[in-house]
């Protein structure tokens, strides 16, 4: 199954690899998509993870394109780029904690992806939330 839903996702053949994964719980299609991502370190992973976000609207294929560009694909100029665009889609839909962070995940890189200001901003939200969260504390020093 691994192999066939590989060679669909590297053939671009989106619709076959979507049924194949229709008969897995979705932490055991993500583990497979994962690991092809870093064995071919192929773009068409992505492109699979956008086709599913398109396709179904769940937030579960927001969270593994963020994955997906932040860990096997983050080599690819822009990768963190599209994984905040990401990161925002997913705080659009869901406004937790957990998302907020990722955010600032942003702000802590070399190449500051997020400005200060929008990082005190989202800080300032999780600190309203979760007054010792130590990311956020560390955004207000």
Known sequence: ??????????????????KLCEKLEFSDVRDVIMT????TENISVYGFA?????TT?????????IDIMLHPLCFI?????IALFHARELLAIVENVENLERIL???????KLVSKE???YIAQKIL??????VVALGIQQ
Do not use: H, T
Not at 36 to 39: L, T, V
């Open 1 to 18: 199954m691994k192999k066939k839903f590989e060679i669909c996702l590297l053939q671009g053949r989106y619709g076959d690899a979507e």
């Open 128 to 133: 309203s939330i979760e007054s010792e969260n």
């Open 36 to 39: 092809i991502a870093y064995n």
């Open 50 to 54: 956008q086709y599913m976000i398109y």
């Open 105 to 111: 995940f942003f702000y802590n890189i070399p190449d």
């Open 57 to 65: 609207k769940k937030v579960e294929w927001i969270e593994l394109a």
């Open 118 to 120: 929008e990082a005190q």
């Open 77 to 81: 100029e822009g990768a963190y780029s």
